[in-house]
């Protein structure tokens, strides 16, 4: 058996444990395990100490763990490869590999974007209607933002990929008005809305996918796999918006126009573009793979803020300002 490294780190590893269940959930890019839930707790109890920057005894020392139980978990982890050595060289890898990972990693946090969706807290009235108001706002900032940002990605590519993203970036134009006319719904005006500003983390959303398509424009087909629906189920549809009329007493129907947005994207299959142009993909040199992959997961990290600020600031207004205001100079004079 392969000896430990001697100095631990951590490939991606997603957990989901369940208090309900004795069963818990590893996901990496390759796989998803079963682990006992009280081996996941006790892995986590050390997890945050695995940064490739401790030894064995110092992770013993910071989880307060026994070392007996440190060596187990670190030896019942390898077969699953999360654990390698940040000290040992690493082999080239092929372009085909490149791309076949990068599709991987995309499912892999687009499955979890999907899973920790603010939208999943609605559905169970979780939160007040002011914060599913807020929620459409800046879905309606965000989406009118997005063909700017592939637009941004345009510019700097060349060939077919320029070409490509042309499409998709007419495709997206004006598609906010889907989210503007359920807004309208929901009793806002077409001017407050259009008058309103979003908030720093959907603000964060646009410059961080500005940021990384500007390292390689290819990089928003990688957003795309990240953040556009693969299908459109009309049953689960038909649940959400139900329990939004039980809820929030909110018609069905008002969430029509959202949902044909999602119905249209669908029909582009715009969450196919990474998997249907992958020869467009052409990122190998190591570093910039490194950014790349670093500022993808950052983004996918944005959209999680994203999603804590419109709790915190539409989900208890206690008078701040519902849609949000743009701050003039007149204001503060």
């Known amino acids: 058996m392969k000896s430990l490294p001697s ?18 959930y590893l996901s990496t890019v390759a796989d998803t395990y079963e682990v006992p839930r009280s081996a996941a707790l006790a892995f986590l109890q050390m997890r945050s100490h695995c940064t490739g920057n401790n030894d064995v005894g110092e992770i013993v020392r910071r989880s307060s763990l026994d070392p007996d139980a440190v060596e187990q978990i670190l030896t019942s982890l390898a077969p699953s490869g ?13 372009i085909g590999a490149v791309r076949s990972t990068l599709v991987a990693v995309c499912k892999l946090w687009g499955e979890e974007l999907t899973r920790g969706y603010i939208g999943n807290k609605f559905a169970n009235g979780m939160l007040p209607v002011s914060a599913l108001v807020g929620w459409l706002l800046e879905m309606y900032h965000y989406i009118k933002d997005f063909p ?28 906010e008005e889907f989210v ?43 957003i795309a796999a990240l953040v556009e629906a693969q299908d459109f189920d009309e049953k689960l549809i038909g649940q959400f918006t139900t329990a939004l009329e039980q809820h929030y007493n909110i018609p069905a129907s008002v969430f029509d126009p959202y949902f044909e947005h999602q119905r249209i994207d669908v029909k582009m299959g715009h969450a196919q573009l990474l998997e249907n142009n992958l020869d467009l993909v052409d990122i190998d040199a190591q570093p910039l793979l490194d950014r790349v992959v670093n500022e993808l997961h950052d983004l996918k ?33």
């Open 301 to 333: 990290h944005a959209f999680d803020l994203q999603g804590l600020e419109i709790e915190q600031y539409y989900g208890d207004l206690n008078g701040r300002y519902l849609p949000r205001q743009f701050m003039s100079f007149a204001a503060v004079r």
């Open 82 to 94: 999360i654990l390698y050595d940040p000290g040992e060289g690493e082999e080239q890898v092929s």
């Open 7 to 24: 100095k631990p780190r951590l490939k991606e590893n997603i957990w989901h444990i369940f208090p309900e269940t004795e069963i818990a």
């Open 148 to 175: 700017e940002a592939i637009k941004h990605a345009e510019v700097r590519a060349v060939g077919p990929l320029k070409d490509l993203l042309h499409e998709y970036s007419c495709q997206e134009t004006g598609h």
């Open 180 to 222: 503007l006319r359920t807004l309208e719904g929901l009793g806002l005006s077409r001017v407050e809305v259009a008058n309103s500003i979003p908030l720093v983390g959907t603000r964060t959303v646009s410059f961080m996918m500005r940021s990384l398509v500007e390292l390689n424009p290819s990089a928003m087909l990688l």
